[in-house]
């Protein structure tokens, strides 16, 4: 009897590659989700060189590199709003409103030298100030000329959008009234009408342009 000889393996078709579009779609935004936070960890990380101030700037003062220090700090996109390294220039800038000792330097509380065109001036105000005006405020100035004895003529802007260096005193008697005397910057060609103003005893008070937040 003949041994039958064994069947041969039957060979398996070849499996077709089944691909669901949703899985490709999934995969990639994972992929986005993970650059994204890549990205804004790398973001946030990074920091900049950026000047601070070395000691208390008023407005006026002439500042080059040695009244200031270098920081590094992260800013993100917020860099472009203070004084960076590029932006001082040899010969260096002009503070335009108050920047306290430590503080990053605003880029817009400075100026060009060339650009300058004010001039610091002392005023006595009568009565007291509003509670909002300190160093580094932008105020309009108020004048009223006496016409008859003590009698004053309708108020007027005599100059707008001054910005005050510092109260000098609180205290002070003119007409029996409490005075402020106030440092404060004027364009120079305003000078002249200030300076007749204070010659004739003018009535000149301070408005703020604007009030702080919260105030």
Not at 81 to 88: A, I, P, Q, V, W
Not at 192 to 215: R, T
């Amino acid at each position: 009897m003949k041994r039958s000889s064994p069947a041969a393996p039957r060979e398996r078709a070849p499996r077709s590659f089944w691909f669901d579009p949703r899985f490709g779609i999934g995969l990639a935004l994972v992929v986005a989700s993970l650059a994204g936070v890549v990205w804004l960890v790398s973001a946030a990380d990074r920091t900049v060189e950026v000047w601070a101030a070395r000691s208390a700037l008023s407005p006026g003062d002439s500042v080059t590199g040695d009244d200031l220090v270098l920081r590094s700090v992260r800013l993100g996109d917020a860099a472009d709003l203070y004084l960076g390294t590029g932006l001082l220039g040899d010969r260096g800038l002009v503070v335009t409103r108050a920047v306290a000792a430590g503080e990053l330097v605003p880029a817009s509380a400075v100026g060009a030298p060339e650009g300058v065109q004010l001039a610091s001036i002392v005023v006595t105000v009568r009565g007291e100030l509003p509670r909002s005006v300190e160093s580094g405020s932008v105020v309009d100035v108020w004048s009223a000329r006496q016409t008859d004895d003590r009698v004053f003529g309708p108020p007027a802007v005599l100059v707008g959008s001054a910005t005050v260096v510092r109260v000098l005193e609180a205290d002070g008697l003119i007409v029996g009234s409490a005075a402020v005397t106030v440092e404060m910057l004027v364009p120079r060609s305003k000078i002249a009408a200030v300076l007749e103003a204070i010659a004739n005893s003018d009535a000149m008070s301070l408005v703020p342009v604007s009030l702080p937040v919260g105030g």
